[in-house]
């Protein structure tokens, strides 16, 4: 009931949207005594309601890649269960976004809810915004940590890979009046 809500919500809100992408990067690392993991995931679906400060990404677990196709296997069938729970989403609003001149770099805050794993938790995302070409560019790089979303990592693996991820969003958002 949840995920029919969220894509609802997703959906309606996309119509209302000014800025918008199908091609936002997330990435993340995983730095570990024996091993270093990354993956980045470059079909990220966001939105920002450029009225409201509305921010919305979406994204499907099984489109990360990671540099070999074991680490890949492992995530999604052992930690992240993507089959199960298929899709990634942050909710939230960028704090004072009709004040921002975004003609220049500005620091915002952006308070919500990161899902995944089939748990939702209150999230506050710290990014940069600046309007570069016609088109909105909002980075952001915070952490999460794996026991928060209950993604178990077998003591075994411990050595291998972190409790705590570090995430990197990079959206470059386009006016939808450009379509």
């Not at 680490?71 to 960028?94: A, R």
């Amino acid at each position: 009931m949840r995920l029919i809500l969220i894509c609802l919500l997703f959906s309606t809100q996309l119509i209302a949207q000014q800025y918008y992408t199908n091609k936002g990067k997330v990435s993340f690392f995983s730095e570990a005594p024996i091993e270093n993991i990354s993956a980045i995931n470059q079909d990220v679906s966001a939105i920002v309601d450029s009225q409201t400060g509305g921010f919305a990404f979406r994204l499907k677990i099984e489109d990360f890649t990671f540099p070999n196709s074991l680490m890949q296997e492992h995530f999604n069938e052992s930690y992240l269960e993507s089959e199960k729970y298929p899709l990634s989403t942050f909710t939230g609003v960028i704090d004072n976004f009709s004040d921002l001149d975004l003609s220049v770099m500005q620091n915002l805050v952006v308070n919500g809810s990161l899902s995944m794993h089939g748990i939702s938790k209150d999230a506050q995302m710290k990014a940069t915004a600046q309007m570069i070409n016609d088109e909105l560019h909002i980075s952001s790089t915070f952490d999460v940590a794996l026991e928060d979303y209950d993604i178990d990592i077998p003591k075994i693996m411990m050595y291998k890979i972190a409790e705590v991820i570090q995430v990197v969003v990079d959206m470059k958002l386009q006016n939808r009046t450009d379509e």
